[in-house]
């Protein structure tokens, strides 16, 4: 398979001249010596010299033919193991991974945070992550994996921008030039965008000029930008066809009117709004099947005034500050057929406020098609439970009926938590968390106690198919198997297998003991339980 001509074999006869071992040793001994040698030896040395030349160039001719055969017999053997190793890369597995894995694998090898807005994003991470510097790092491995890598749209389609890390205005130019080189690359792909646009900044309106180019290929798109630019973007009206995803963050402090831009987008299921004080984008209400809105100001009570727009099935994320509140709200009556409330109430350090706050909102709604209802907070003391505000509302919105699913981490107390689960005879999931930054334990042995199905009793959440306890372990073990073997043998749902989660929140006081979990496990062998316990993130 080689045209090398190397030869093999090596033929080598040594000089009649080379020094024996004891003619070396006399030689040394002379050369240690301060006298004359006789002339028999001193003849004998210079027949040597006389001889040696030749001898030595002889070997020199000799030496240079078998480094000029070690260099032939390097070359043959670097082929043969280059061969050797082409060979067995044939058969290599990531030869045989199909191109539509590769191009998955290529798209998850974008450096952390590639693919999200952050302040402590750097010049040089925001120009690598523009012009996709680790796809041109995956295209030199191999002619084909380069060829994966242009020709695959997909790969250029999301695109992140956020003109805060742009530095100064003199490196912009080349920043918008690699984004257009990245859509350019990214062909017809529908679009992922999150652009973030700092007011004012030289190359905003360059930016928008050229994504607005694209706006017929928009997917999802999160927009961090103030009402003016927001304004610009009234071009894309009826031109986002594929557009799904929409979360638009602006200024409060605006009171440019509201925009239509989006108003016509007939895949659009999925919208977030934020910042907005008085003047909501117009959407396509009825298409939605997922509705965010979080507001400081909270004025007008815009959100609420939402919610009717909504259609049935359809779900709603409320994020509120209470602290850029004023209570009482006067709020109006509002009703709407939605299916799922999420009300975040986060950094609640004013506690009454909050608490205040909530009761408000669950005082002015009614919601007949509740299906799922979760109330949380995030930071700070938890706000109390208004207990009289969710009986009316669960009274009007006959939730006893509809709802199925529960969910609080606020600060309720054992009767309270009771007294609401007696007007809720439909639910069967349950979600409880115990406070434990602020020692509030709301999961213990009386509260499991009268969980626990009884047969022949009027029972508390009857249909009850799955609970999470998010706790801080405050409940005994013998308790808490009661409860579940109760659910399994006498009280078990028509829904299917009991779902047990247990979540250890910080500082908990212990974990389930190992013979609970191991009678657990077996009933998950059996079929009749869904169970889990670990520390809750």
Known sequence: MSDSKSSWSFHWQPSHILPTASQLKQLCEILRADIFPPRAVTSSLQAFLDQSPPELAHYDTEILNLEMRLAGLKSDRSSIEFYRDGCKNVFAPVRRLPTELLVEIFDLCAPPGADEISESTTMVEEMDRIGKRHLFQISKVCSRWYRIVMNTPRLWSTLVIDT??????????????????????????????????????????????????HCHRWKTVYLWVHPAALQAIASVKGNLPLLEDLSVNSATNSDRPSIDAFQIAPRLKTAGIAGFPSHVPTLPWQQLSHFSYENNGLSDQIWLSMLPFLPAHASCEVTLHPVEVTTPLRLTPISSVLSTLDLKLPNAWVPAKTSALLGDVLGCLTLPDLLDLRVNHDGGPPPRWNRTQFSEFASRSSLGNTLRSLELSTMIEEDELLECLADLSSLSALYLWDNWDHACTLITDTLLKRLTFTPGQLNLVPHLNFTAFNSTMRFGDIPFWDFVISRIETGRSPLGPLSVNVGYLPHCARELQIDVLTRASELQRRGDLHFSAAVEA
């Not at 030039?177 to 309106?205: C, D, H, K, T, V």
């Open 164 to 213: 805060h890390a742009w530095g100064h205005y003199s490196f912009s130019s080349k920043l918008v030039a690699l984004a257009a080189s990245s859509l350019e690359r990214s062909g017809g792909a529908p679009l992922n965008l999150q652009i973030a646009l700092e007011p004012n900044y030289p190359s905003e309106r360059l930016v928008l000029d050229l994504l607005l180019k």
